[in-house]
């Protein structure tokens, strides 16, 4: 046993008499897990070309929180979920529901998504994607609106067993997110390609109890959850990862959300045994650094976020739109006559949408930084480069996935991150050149502060 260790086992044992950790006060940590499957057959989220609801159930989905108390009393919390993306409407009535019965703050309550492909459709989420019969609408309507009292409860449960609690850091590593935007003479393509970037780290928070056992797992992975596109509800690769974890390490409750894995995917694809596989090598990734010595992290968490005016391309005129309202394609269909509704209404189109951004500092010892929508890796890339990769977990997909965030370089390159994924979550175009600096700015000042 390594000095560190002992150190630490050490201060473990001793805290329930001090809970003093590294001269800090320990935070108290509070973790709740609450199961969303749905009872019967849901219409499935994330691909267009399913014609029809799920058939049964492959593996349970969750909705989980990890609750954190500072010394002062005050708390934040990170919600996970096993959903393609929470969207504005659900993730604000979270907030409003969170803050009115436990008073944390918008900023304090992170509200992440694994992006699974294999779970319900929440309402308005990818809106113009789906075209859903009266009946199937019905029941993706009121799932949605019973979600935020799920993760209600995910946060109640956790509150309830706040404890102080050692916080440790550290990054595994997993390889088979793939980038999936190949180059080909006519523009991009969705396939592998072995020269795109990746982002292979598995950043993880272990919360120990003063017992020295472990209390919860949170991890994360820059990869789309689209191994399967089957008709039985399940986490794909991050379900498998989470279950896999809580079974070897009894008595944990492991939470995962997705990174900025908007152009990767797990590849090869397409069958049950991939995504147990991929989800067994992520775990065994969390379970190798749990194995390890790990950096210690301290409170106090503070938290910070925005959302800011994120500027799309020149809007269609009412021609185009009407043109579109006439043609074959159901999806921009749909879209072109939600936007005529909206030109009549307001007397014009949008030409920014909030996007929410998110930092949280537990004092200098861990930088968490959550965009929102489906971020392309260059993000993480970045973000790494400009605040360190030892001490920071880049999240994404969090608080609204409103729409694929490409990189300059993504937006300029095309294809479906870059530009045809617009119209699946009801964009007239393409977001504008000045995405990437306009975002990285604000995490700049954020972070800065
Ligand atoms: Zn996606």
Redesign the pocket.
């Known amino acids: 046993m390594r000095f560190g260790r002992m150190l630490s086992r050490f201060l473990l044992f001793s805290f329930a008499l001090f809970p003093v950790y590294g001269g800090e006060p320990l935070m108290r940590v509070g973790v709740g897990k609450v199961n969303i499957t749905p009872s019967g057959s849901i219409w499935m989220a994330?691909y267009a070309s399913r014609d029809k609801p799920s058939e049964g159930i492959l593996l349970d989905l969750y909705v989980k929180a990890l609750v954190f108390e500072n010394s002062d009393g005050s708390r934040s919390a990170l919600l996970t979920s096993d959903v393609?993306?929470l969207p504005a409407n659900v993730s604000h009535r979270i907030a409003e529901n969170v803050q009115a019965e436990f008073g944390i703050p918008r900023e304090s309550l992170m509200l992440t998504s694994s992006?699974t492909?294999s779970g319900p459709v929440l309402f308005n989420n990818l809106r113009d994607m789906y075209d859903l019969a009266p009946e199937e609408a019905r029941k993706i309507q009121e799932y949605t609106e019973a979600f935020p009292d799920k993760a209600l409860e995910a946060i109640r449960l956790a509150v309830a067993n706040l404890e102080p609690c050692a916080l440790e850091w550290g990054i595994g590593n997993a390889g088979f997110g793939k980038n999936r935007r190949k180059y080909t003479l006519e523009g991009v393509t969705n396939d592998f390609n072995p020269i795109g970037p990746v982002d292979h780290d598995v950043p993880m928070l272990k919360v120990s109890r003063a017992d020295g056992s472990v209390k919860a797992v949170a991890f994360g992975y820059a990869c789309?959850n689209?191994t399967l596109a089957i008709f039985l509800l399940n986490g794909d690769y991050a379900g498998f990862a989470q279950s896999h974890v809580e079974e070897k390490v009894p008595g944990a409750v492991a939470l995962f959300a997705m990174g900025c894995g908007?152009d990767i995917n797990p590849l090869p694809r397409g069958t049950i045994e991939q995504a147990k596989e991929y989800g067994r090598r992520l775990g065994e990734a969390v379970l190798t650094v749990l194995g390890n010595e790990m950096d210690e992290v301290s409170g106090p968490l503070r938290t910070a976020y925005r959302e800011i005016p994120l500027a799309l391309s020149e809007p269609p005129t009412r021609e185009t739109l009407e043109q579109q309202a006439k043609g074959p394609n159901g999806v921009v269909k749909r879209r072109a006559e939600r936007l005529l509704k909206q030109l009549d209404e307001k007397g014009m189109l949008d030409t920014t949408y909030p996007f929410p951004i998110q930092v949280w500092k537990f004092s200098d010892t861990l930088l968490v930084t959550a965009l929102g929508g489906?971020s392309v890796v260059d993000y993480s890339l970045r973000l790494k480069y400009d605040f360190g990769r030892e001490k920071q977990w880049v999240v994404s997909y969090a608080n609204d996935v409103c729409g694929?965030i490409p990189s300059l370089r993504v937006l300029r390159e095309g294809g479906y991150e870059g530009e045809g994924?617009q119209v699946y979550y009801g964009h007239h175009g393409p977001w504008a050149p000045t995405i990437e600096q306009d975002i990285l700015a604000a995490v700049h000042e954020m972070v800065g502060k």
């Open positions: 994330g393609l993306g992006h492909h789309h689209t908007g489906e694929y994924s």
